[in-house]
């Protein structure tokens, strides 16, 4: 959290205090000159950047000095407010020298602001000049500005960053009761503001009491954050095996590095930063290694959870085998002339629960032939079942492997010890879970209101889905008129697709063609039973006999 947005909302007032020192809290009049002067600006490293500001240049040194230095990388971007910064005679170079002025008359600090809902903040200058500090994912910059305009940047590579409006950073968002109960109680949507941590808290507390609540039992756990956040405290931890600041308290968990508590702002982002940056390339990879397994650990678990899902569902009601029996056992009410066709539907004594049941048949066959079509739905269910226990146990088996092997990294304590664990066991080879031989799941799979969403990978991947592991009845979707996955949503027995599975799966083969980036995309949908595979086709590509054309907007999963 210490680029979140609400450790940047305490942390203005906090550099105010240091860089404003005689000032009020609350500053009118931003044209008169109070605060410490903006000395220079220099980088002697191509991703770090230091300020220096001070009450006056002295001969050899500056009188009161303050320094900022901020670290502006892709994958890490922080400050640190040391005491004193020894600028090197070579490779060095002067920025931003339009806002520091001449010597002499360099501008003062007239106060520090941060920004709603946004993870940047800035200090004001006399004159209508600014420094912005933005910390927008793998994108940090230090903006400068003069009025409402970029006059000059520190990482030029992001050039849209010269577009940027000062006032445009704050971002209003409606974060009510009324606005939550619209957003589906997702909190996220209300709350993007409150980053990984706040959210892995939440996550944490819900633990507590078996599973997240729902409506105001929910929205009183996010009020408790706010308040929380509002008057924090700095917690430095271990947090997914790497140094993390937080503004809430977690349960230490055995093994971990002990909290350290702060009060002040600065103190704790200078902590954090020299214990991130402090760690060797040891426990860089170390770290690294045990996200990465972790993580896999996870993927294996959602795994096992979708497929005892889909088992379960199995036990609902009756299989494909019983109705077939159902119908063989009570033929002798179906009044039918001998080859005459069948209702669509038939409701029927289930001797297996005691208990009528309302059989779907197709019309144009005969009774015999309905419970045979039956039979042969329940052999391929049998099938489908096998497949799911043995996917069940491959996944178990990982993540046993998987304990192990985070058991063994944490024994580790050198360098070349955990290089040649790591490809020993081939840790970092995502193809091979883990040296094992097994593979990863053929298809994309999605689980959406119980219905089974598979999207295929490539073109030979969607030749295998459509051609080997869907069935007639089952629903096929494609992007129109552009190359793309397959889409194939299962079909279940007795049930008809709703609207709102169809149009989730239609955003899925949206969002896995070539119109991703479009705002709308027309998707075609039809039973798989209308899809041909003629030879001499190209991989991937089929002919559709007949479709229905749905126009959604791409979204992934």
């Not at 080997?468 to 889409?487: C, E, F, N, P």
């Not at 709703?498 to 709308?520: G, H, Q």
């Amino acid at each position: 959290m210490h680029t979140n947005y609400y450790f940047l909302r305490q942390l203005a007032p906090a550099l105010q205090a240091h860089l404003l020192p005689s000032s009020d809290p609350v500053i009118t009049d931003l044209s008169v000159p109070v605060g410490l002067r903006f000395m220079e600006c220099f980088s002697q490293d191509r991703d770090e950047i230091v300020l220096v500001f001070a009450q006056a240049r002295g001969k050899n040194n500056y009188y009161r000095p303050f320094y900022i230095k901020a670290t502006l990388r892709p994958d890490f971007s922080g400050l640190l407010f040391p005491e004193n910064v020894q600028r090197a005679r070579a490779n060095s170079v002067d920025l931003f020298a339009s806002v520091v002025g001449e010597v002499g008359k360099e501008r003062s600090v007239v106060g520090v602001r941060s920004f709603l809902n946004e993870r940047c903040f800035a200090i004001l200058l006399e004159s209508g000049f600014s420094l912005l500090f933005k910390f927008f994912g793998n994108r940090p910059n230090l903006l400068a500005f003069q009025e409402n305009q970029v006059i000059d940047l520190f990482n030029r590579q992001l050039a849209t960053d010269e577009q940027l409006l000062f006032d445009a950073f704050d971002r209003p968002i409606d974060q009510s009761y009324e606005a939550f109960v619209q957003a589906d109680f997702d909190h996220r949507k209300l709350f993007p503001t409150f980053g990984k941590v706040v959210n892995e808290w939440i996550q944490e507390e819900s633990k507590k009491s078996n599973g997240l609540p729902e409506g105001r039992a929910q929205w009183a756990l996010i009020q408790d954050v706010l308040r929380q956040l509002e008057q924090p405290r700095y917690f430095l931890l271990r947090l997914d095996h790497k140094p993390t600041l937080s503004l809430l308290h977690f349960d230490e968990q055995p093994g971990e590095m002990p909290q350290r508590e702060f009060a002040d702002p600065i103190e704790a982002a200078n902590r954090f930063f020299i214990s991130f940056n402090g760690l060797t390339t040891f426990e860089h990879e170390k770290a690294n290694l045990l996200r990465l397994i972790t993580k896999r650990g996870k993927r294996a678990e959602a795994q096992i959870d979708v497929s005892m899902q889909r088992l379960l569902l199995r036990e609902e009601g009756a299989s494909h085998e019983e109705m077939g029996h159902i119908l063989m056992a009570n033929l002798h009410e179906i009044i039918a002339v001998p080859g005459s066709k069948s209702p669509e539907r038939l409701t029927l004594y289930d001797f297996y629960r005691d208990q009528p049941l309302t059989i779907k048949l197709k019309p144009d066959l005969s009774p015999q032939k309905n419970a045979e079509n039956f039979y042969r739905k329940a052999k391929n269910e049998k099938i489908e079942e096998q497949h799911l226990a043995d996917h069940i146990a491959a996944h178990e088996s990982e993540l046993i492997r998987i304990n192990q092997q985070k058991v063994d990294l944490e024994a580790i304590q050198t360098l070349k010890e955990l290089r040649r664990y790591t490809k020993q066991h081939n840790l970092l080879d995502a193809g091979s879970l883990a040296s094992t031989g097994e593979s990863a799941p053929l298809f994309k799979e999605i689980m959406y209101e119980t219905f089974r969403i598979l999207v295929g990978r490539n073109a030979k991947n969607n030749d295998l889905l459509t051609q080997k592991y869907s069935y007639k009845d089952d629903l096929w979707l494609h992007a129109r008129d552009v190359s793309g996955s397959h889409v194939i949503v299962k079909y279940q027995a007795g049930k008809t697709f709703p609207k709102s599975v169809i149009e989730r799966a239609a955003e899925l083969a949206a969002w896995y063609s070539k119109r991703r980036t479009d705002s709308l995309c027309p998707v075609i949908v039809t039973p798989k039973k209308y899809v041909r595979k003629p030879k001499g086709l190209a991989p991937g590509q089929v002919l559709v006999e007949k479709e229905d054309v749905v126009l959604v907007t791409p979204k992934g999963d």
